[in-house]
């Protein structure tokens, strides 16, 4: 098959050492280099991630033999309309998330089971991942790819000129945040237009407070939102976190808010997941650095559970060449593709493959991996542990973003709108 010079340039990028195997690769795929065609709906469309989408796509079309056809979509609009994209005319390949959020559309027919794919990828993967990508009826319907720890960034210049230490405690943060504002700093970045950056902020209180189970089990529908433990932790948001975090963040894009820290620097510290590096200069990524939120002093301390959403691709439910698609994900299945992606200039994501090389890794990927290997307990992310329609619009973005608004409203009254939207949902499939 020919390429066009722009992409064989593109392509004399990948190592020598890979592109040896590419012979080998290509038989085991299944896929002749014959020209066979898929079409990807990607869900990036910020200017880094989208180059590794398009990093990984252009290895894995040299060393299957197929070529794919990249649609990029707004990552905000993509997923909040992807019930109507998977049952209109989707690609055969799709950008998606581990946890629930999979296995709620594979429960509804609108993902197709990947078993043969994952027979070939399994010695890449753990076993965490392989859960994390089974449906409820235990077919195989995912590829994860990469994955990333929400922690609170910040620059290193910035806490070097100002004497700053990483906060352990809550009450060092706020202790810090104090010193933050007498020097002018708003200490915690927040932009929550969207609804979904303010989710992480819940789960890590909650899972600070009450614990990982309880916090799973909320995000499952078997413990209530108009329990105490849930009243606690919007308490601490609102008292103990609300007077640090930048004003307005319902008005706020979660770039902007990453902004701030990361070029105005207007803003010390800034929670999220480590993809927010992807907004810096390629050059400014080495003076980020990060801390795991801090300890509320409770028995779950000990667990360190934190957020870290795994991502990835799957099989749509009508694909037109489902032979090229496969091959097409048993290509990013390897932890060679993986490290293409997160190589990529300016991202902050790490290879789950434990069998990537990391000697590649700047020094935030490094961190990132030590984080997420001393963590002792991980969530996915609200809205992939909980029902898609829950966590969605008229959900829990919404409600979040009505806290934010009126934080000082009636706590009470605000989870039991929760609970009883809950209740109101259908049963899931």
């Not at 065609?37 to 990607?42: A, E, K, N, V």
């Not at 959020?101 to 070939?120: C, K, M």
Request: net charge negative; aromatic share 10%.
């Amino acid at each position: 098959m020919a390429f066009p010079e722009s992409r064989v340039n593109r392509r004399m990028s990948v190592a020598a050492t890979v592109l040896a195997t590419t012979a080998l690769a290509v038989t085991s795929m299944g896929v002749a280099a014959d020209g066979h065609q898929t079409s990807l709906g990607s869900n990036e469309s910020d200017e880094s991630p989208k180059a590794a989408v398009h990093a990984i796509v252009d290895y894995c079309e040299e060393l299957a033999g197929i070529e794919v056809a990249v649609t990029d979509n707004d990552h905000n609009t993509f997923q909040n309309q992807i019930s109507a994209y998977l049952q209109g005319t989707p690609d055969d390949v799709f950008k998606w998330f581990a946890g629930n959020r999979l296995r709620f559309f594979a429960s509804q027919g609108l993902i197709t089971p990947i078993n043969d794919v994952w027979e070939e990828i399994e010695p890449n993967m753990t076993d965490g991942l392989k859960a994390a990508s089974m449906g409820a009826d235990g077919n195989m319907y995912f590829v994860p790819v990469y994955n990333y720890p929400w922690v609170v960034m910040y620059r290193k210049s910035v806490f070097d000129e100002n004497g700053y230490t990483e906060p352990t405690t809550l009450e060092e943060f706020q202790a810090l945040g104090d010193q933050m504002i007498e020097d002018g700093l708003v200490p915690l970045a927040l932009g929550d237009q969207d609804g979904w950056p303010a989710m992480g902020t819940f789960d890590i209180i909650n899972m600070r407070q009450n614990g990982y189970d309880f916090h799973i089990g909320l995000m499952e529908g078997r413990e209530s939102w108009n329990d105490e433990r849930v009243k606690a932790v919007f308490e601490i948001w609102r008292d103990d976190l609300l007077p640090y975090t930048q004003e307005g963040a319902p008005g706020r894009t979660w770039q902007d808010a990453a902004q701030a820290m990361l070029v105005d620097k207007t803003a010390g510290m800034y929670f999220l997941g480590t993809f927010a590096a992807e907004q810096a200069a390629v050059e400014d990524i080495p003076d980020i650095g990060f801390f795991p939120f801090p300890l509320l002093g409770t028995e779950f301390d000990a667990e360190m559970g934190i957020d870290a959403p795994i991502d990835g691709f799957a099989l749509g439910p009508n694909p037109e060449n489902e032979e090229a698609a496969k091959a097409f994900l048993k290509c990013v299945g390897t932890p060679e593709a993986q490290v293409v992606y997160v190589t990529s200039p300016g991202i902050g994501s790490v290879a789950v493959s434990p069998l990537a090389d990391t000697s590649n890794y700047s020094d935030l990927q490094k961190a990132n991996a030590e984080v997420l290997s001393s963590a002792g307990s991980i969530a996915q992310f609200l809205d992939r542990d909980a029902r898609a329609d829950f966590a969605g619009p008229s959900g829990m973005q919404g409600f979040l973003i009505d806290f934010l608004s009126s934080p000082e409203q009636d706590l009470d009254g605000f989870l039991n709108g929760i609970q009883a939207y809950y209740d109101s949902l259908p049963p899931e499939a």
